[in-house]
Structures are given as structure tokens and as C-alpha cells.
């Protein structure tokens, strides 16, 4: 099975940058689609943005399109999240996912990193 490993998380103020990374291993599939969800305080966990395994195809949550911006690495079992121009209502906890396609990318979870944006 895949396991996922976050890193990246912290505080930061309104308008400034963070960038999470996420690598996976341990897969029993050659190809996986990664991605991020995040889940606030007293909300549901929600879809942040996707990424096909040859990194052909990208999907992003309406709520952060033009800010935030998923990639792969060159090894494909690393993705990064850069999130530009954050505002409190990002603050979450940010979770990797990963699954066979970015139809099932709640097949595996990282255990999360914590994203504080303060005003």
C-alpha cells in the first residue's frame, strides 16, 4: 500500500506563500494520481487540487484557482503544493491524497500538516 508523508505546513501572514510537498512509497500500482484536501475546524474535508501521474492533468478547487498550484516532481511520487496570496479562510489542515486515478484520490491519506494563515 502507498504511504504519504506531508511537509511544509506553518504559519504564515495574509497574502504570504507556503509550499507543502507530499512523497509517497510503499505503492502496489507503477502509476497514481496525487493530490490535496484540506479540512477546517468544524468543516468537511474538501477537495483542494489534483494531479495526474504524468502530470498531464490538473484539477483545482474553485476556491483557490490563480492562488495555489499543484506540480510533480521528476521521481512523480513527490507533488507540491505552492499556495500564493493565502488568507485566513485557507487555514486547515492540509492533507496528501493519492489513488489510482484523481477520480479516487481518497484510496490513501498522508496524516496531514497544519496550515495557519493569520490576518
Known amino acids: 500500500q502507498v504511504q504519504l508523508v506531508e511537509s511544509g505546513g506553518g504559519l504564515v501572514q495574509a497574502g504570504g506563500s507556503l509550499r507543502l510537498s507530499c512523497a509517497a512509497s510503499?505503492?502496489?500500482?507503477?502509476?497514481?494520481?496525487m493530490g490535496w484536501f484540506r479540512q477546517a475546524p468544524g468543516k468537511e474535508r474538501e477537495f483542494v487540487t489534483a494531479?495526474?501521474?504524468?502530470?498531464?492533468?490538473?484539477s483545482y478547487a474553485d476556491s483557490v484557482k490563480g492562488r495555489f498550484t499543484i506540480s510533480r516532481g521528476n521521481a512523480k511520487n513527490t507533488v507540491y503544493l505552492q499556495m500564493n496570496s493565502l488568507k485566513p479562510e485557507d487555514t486547515a489542515v492540509y492533507y496528501c491524497?493519492?489513488?489510482?486515478?484523481?477520480?479516487?484520490?481518497?484510496?490513501?491519506w498522508g496524516q496531514g500538516t497544519q496550515v495557519t494563515v493569520s490576518s
Open positions: 491524497a493519492a489513488g489510482t486515478t484523481i477520480a479516487t484520490l481518497r484510496s490513501y
Open positions: 510503499g505503492r502496489t500500482f507503477s502509476s497514481y494520481a
Open positions: 494531479i495526474s501521474w504524468s502530470g498531464g492533468s490538473t
